[in-house]
């Protein structure tokens, strides 16, 4: 969203500029101003553009970490709980030998 303004404020810029020929020379400098201010903006926006795509790597790394840590979660689960059943089985027979 950010980016369209930035594309007509410079088309709206570059439309001034040929309209101001022969116009005079503070009407040009505030122009120039003007596209020296626009290209400011547009480093920055390059800038935060490009942060905001090495971010969205980083927690796609992150996503991809956490589902493979949900599923070693899972892994551990499972053994604990057969490992529980394997205790409970051992615990009736230990039981049934005290009886």
Do not use: W
Not at 60 to 80: M, P, R, V, Y
Not at 83 to 96: C, F, P, Q, T
């Amino acid at each position: 969203m950010a980016s369209s303004h930035f594309f007509v404020f410079k088309r709206d810029l570059i439309a001034d500029m040929v309209d101001c020929e022969g116009a005079d020379e503070p009407k040009v400098k505030a122009l120039e101003q003007l596209k020296i201010e626009y290209e400011e903006l547009q480093v920055s926006y390059n800038k935060m553009a490009t942060e905001f795509e090495e971010t969205v790597k980083e927690l796609e790394e992150k996503k991809h970490e956490i589902k493979t840590f949900s599923a070693d979660l899972c892994k551990c689960n499972i053994k604990i709980k057969n490992y529980s059943k394997d205790l409970d089985e051992k615990d009736n027979k230990l039981g049934k030998l005290l009886t």
